[in-house]
């Protein structure tokens, strides 16, 4: 999520990803990480696929406590 065309996405019934700034984040709003393997993306019994953000200090600052689909209306 996060993209030019987000709102062609029904997130009740298309698989999907969003950016967290971590695991709690991501874990907390019903995401499933796919840290361990990229494969999990497509393999995951589910929806809604979660990535912890790169720790990059000054995308994180941006970035906030949201998800990225949430953040996308940055400067």
Same mark, same amino acid.
Do not use: C
């Given at each position: !999520?996060? *993209? &030019?065309?987000d709102? %062609?996405i ?6 999907? +990803? +969003?950016?967290?700034?971590? %695991? &709690? @984040?991501? #874990?907390?709003a019903?995401?499933e990480? &796919?840290? =361990? /393997? +990229?494969? !999990? @993306?497509?393999?995951?019994? #589910?929806? =809604?696929?979660?990535?912890v ?8 600052k941006l &970035? *906030?406590?949201? /998800?990225f689909?949430l953040?996308? =209306?940055?400067?």
């Amino acid at each position: !999520m996060g *993209g &030019q065309q987000d709102a %062609l996405i029904d997130t009740t019934l298309d698989r999907h +990803d +969003d950016i967290f700034p971590n %695991l &709690q @984040a991501l #874990t907390a709003a019903g995401y499933e990480d &796919q840290e =361990k /393997s +990229d494969l !999990m @993306a497509a393999l995951l019994p #589910t929806n =809604k696929i979660g990535i912890v953000a790169n720790k990059i200090p000054r995308l994180l600052k941006l &970035q *906030g406590t949201k /998800s990225f689909s949430l953040a996308k =209306k940055w400067p």
